[in-house]
C-alpha cells in the first residue's frame, strides 16, 4: 500500500511538471507544426523524450534498490521468515522497470495531448513564446498538487501511528530483567537419554558446570523462556473447585529449576519461590503468575491449592507461591496464566539454560559451548543469545515496519514539496507582468508575498484536509500493527498536519520571495 501510494505521488509530481513543461513548449510546437511536422511525428518526438526520462529513472532506481534490498535483509533477518532469501530477480526486476516506463509514458503523454489539441495558431501570434498557462491547465495542476498532498499526509499518518507505536512497546515492562543474562538451549536426543531419571542428572550436572564459568552469579534451566515462542498449555483442575465445563481453566506450563526466578529477575509477589529442598520424591509443588491468580482465584488466596492437569500422566502441584506476570510471546501480547513446576519433580528433554553474569553475558557463551561438550561432544547448543538481545529481537519486526513505512513518509514529503515549490514557481514565471502591474499600481512587496504564499497554503489546506479524512479510513486497517495506539489517534494526525504544512509553507517561500523581487519596469516590457 505505502509503494503503491508512493508511486501516485511521484506520478502526479511528474504530469505536473510536464504539464509546466508542455505549455512552456506550445510556441515551439506550433512552429514546428507549421514547418510541415504531423501530429503523428510530433507525438513519437514526445514518446522518446518521456520513454527516456522514464528508462533514465529506473536505471537509477534499480542502483538504489539493490542496494535498499541488501539494508532491508540485514534490519531483521532472524524474525521475517526467508528474508535473507529476498534480491532482485529477472522477474521483479522486469516488472518493475515495465511499470516504471508504463507510468512514466502515461503521465508524460497526458500533458503532451493537451498540447497537441491546443490552439497552435494563438501559439503562433504570441510570437513562439510559450508558458502562457491555460486555466484548464492551472486547474489540473492544483488538483495534481491538492492529490499529492492528500496522499502523503495517509503515508505521514501510518508512519506516525508505527512510530508512537513502537515507542510505547519498547517502553513495555517485559517481567524480568534482561540485562546480563545469557541463555542457550538444549535438546537431549531419545537415542542416548531414554528416562526421566537420565533428563533430571543431566540437567544437575548441567547446572553445576554452567554456575562455575566465571563470573556467572546464578544459574537456572527452563522448558521454555519468555518471548521464545514456546507454548505447552494444558487444561487443569483446582482441588476443591467445582468444574465448570462452559470455563475450563488452561494455563502455559513451565518446568523450571530452583533459582530460576532469581536468575531471571521475576519479582515474588507471595509465598515462596522453587527451592533446592523440592526435588523428586518430594511433594510435588508449583507456582504460578499473578493473572492465573486472578483470573482462577479470585479473591481468594491461592496458597496452599493444589492444581492438577488434564495430562495423560499424572502432573499436578500445590501452590506455594505467585511471581510476577512475565510477557510469554511478544512485549504486545498480554500475559496469560502459567503455572511453574519444579523441574527436578517434572523433568524435560528440552531445556533453556539462563546465566546470570557480572561482565559481558555474551562473553559466557563461548565457555558453555566447551562445558556442554564436555559433558556431551554430539549435543549442540541452540539459540545461544543474551535476554537483551531476545527482547530486541521480539522488537524487531514492528521495528522493520516503523522504518519502512517512515522511509516512504519521508519520500512522500519530499516530493509534495517538490509539487507546491514547482505549481508556485511555474505560477510566479507566468504571472512576472500581473505581478509587475501589481507593483506599479502600488502593491509592496509585503502584498506579492503574501499573494503567492496565499495561493500555496491554500493548496495545502486542502490537500491537508483531504489527506486527514483519508487517513481516518486507511489507517483502520494498521491496527493489527499498533500497540497502545488508536488507529484514528488524534495528536498524531495533529502532528502531520503541522508538519506537512510547515515543509509545505518553506516549499512556498523562495518562488514568494522571487515574486517580490520582480522589477515592475522590466515586468511590463517583457510582453
Not at 516504471?100 to 497526458?110: M, R, S
Not at 512497546?169 to 526421566?196: I, M, N, W
Not at 527452563?222 to 494455563?251: E, K, N, Y
Not at 491468580?293 to 492444581?307: L, S
Request: contains cysteine; charged residues 15%.
Amino acid at each position: 500500500g505505502a509503494v503503491g501510494l508512493v508511486m501516485l505521488i511521484a506520478c502526479a509530481n511528474v504530469a505536473n511538471l510536464l504539464l509546466a513543461r508542455a505549455a512552456g513548449r506550445e510556441g515551439e510546437i506550433a512552429i514546428r507544426a507549421a514547418l510541415g511536422a504531423g501530429r503523428g511525428r510530433l507525438v513519437r518526438q514526445l514518446v522518446t523524450e518521456s520513454v527516456l526520462l522514464s528508462l533514465l529513472g529506473a536505471a537509477a532506481a534499480v542502483a538504489l534498490a539493490a542496494w535498499g534490498v541488501g539494508r532491508l535483509a540485514a534490519l531483521a533477518h532472524d524474525r521475517i521468515p526467508r528474508l535473507d532469501a529476498v534480491r532482485l530477480d529477472g522477474t521483479v526486476l522486469l516488472a518493475t522497470v515495465a511499470v516504471a516506463v508504463g507510468t512514466g509514458l502515461l503521465f508524460g503523454l497526458i500533458p503532451a495531448a493537451g498540447t497537441l489539441h491546443a490552439d497552435l495558431t494563438h501559439a503562433l501570434k504570441s510570437g513562439g513564446r510559450g508558458g502562457v498557462s491555460r486555466t484548464g491547465t492551472r486547474r489540473a495542476r492544483a488538483l495534481l498538487v491538492v492529490s499529492e498532498l492528500a496522499l502523503s499526509v495517509v503515508l505521514l499518518a501510518g508512519a506516525g501511528l508505527l512510530m508512537k507505536s513502537f515507542a510505547r512497546l519498547a517502553r513495555v515492562e517485559a517481567g524480568f530483567r534482561p540485562a546480563g543474562v545469557a541463555t542457550f538451549t538444549l535438546a537431549l536426543p531419545e537415542a542416548r537419554y531414554r528416562t526421566p531419571a537420565e533428563w533430571r542428572a543431566f540437567g544437575a550436572t548441567l547446572l553445576e558446570r554452567m554456575a562455575g564459568l566465571p563470573g556467572v552469579t546464578s544459574a537456572a534451566t527452563a522448558s521454555g523462556l519468555p518471548l521464545s515462542g514456546a507454548s505447552f498449555a494444558l487444561v487443569f483442575d483446582i482441588d476443591g473447585t467445582p468444574t465448570d465445563p462452559a470455563r475450563q481453566a488452561v494455563a502455559q506450563v513451565r518446568a523450571v529449576s530452583a533459582g530460576y526466578f532469581a536468575t531471571m529477575g521475576v519479582r515474588l509477589a507471595r509465598g515462596r519461590a522453587l527451592t533446592d529442598a523440592d526435588r523428586a520424591g518430594g511433594a510435588p509443588v508449583a507456582v504460578i503468575n499473578e493473572t492465573a491468580a486472578r483470573r482462577y482465584f479470585a479473591g481468594e488466596n491461592p496458597i496452599g491449592r493444589t492444581v492438577r492437569f488434564r495430562y495423560g500422566s499424572p502432573l499436578f502441584g500445590e501452590v506455594v507461591g505467585v511471581v510476577a506476570d512475565v510477557r510469554q510471546f511478544t512485549l504486545a501480547a498480554e500475559a496469560e496464566p502459567e503455572v511453574f513446576l519444579a523441574s527436578d519433580q517434572y523433568p524435560m528433554p528440552a531445556l533453556s539454560v539462563v546465566m546470570r553474569s557480572t561482565g559481558d553475558p555474551a562473553a559466557l557463551l563461548g565457555a558453555a559451548r566447551a562445558r556442554v561438550r564436555e559433558l556431551d561432544a554430539d549435543l549442540p547448543l541452540h539459540a545461544a543469545t543474551t535476554m537483551d538481545d531476545l527482547v530486541s529481537e521480539s522488537l524487531s519486526q514492528p521495528r522493520l515496519y516503523m522504518l519502512l513505512l517512515g522511509t516512504f513518509a519521508g519520500v512522500a514529503l519530499l516530493l509534495a514539496a517538490v509539487g507546491v515549490y514547482g505549481v508556485l514557481s511555474y505560477a510566479v514565471s507566468g504571472r512576472t507582468r500581473e505581478i509587475g502591474l501589481r507593483m506599479a499600481l502600488g502593491a509592496t512587496r509585503g502584498d506579492v508575498l503574501r499573494l503567492v504564499a496565499r495561493q500555496g497554503l491554500a493548496l495545502t489546506a486542502a490537500g491537508v484536509g483531504i489527506g486527514l479524512l483519508g487517513a481516518v479510513w486507511a489507517t483502520r486497517i494498521m491496527g493489527s500493527l499498533l500497540y497502545g495506539v488508536s488507529a484514528t489517534d488524534a495528536p498524531t494526525f495533529a502532528g502531520v498536519g503541522v508538519l506537512l504544512a510547515a515543509v509545505a509553507a518553506a516549499a512556498c517561500v523562495v518562488p514568494a520571495r522571487r515574486a517580490a523581487r520582480v522589477d515592475p519596469m522590466v515586468a511590463l516590457r517583457a510582453e
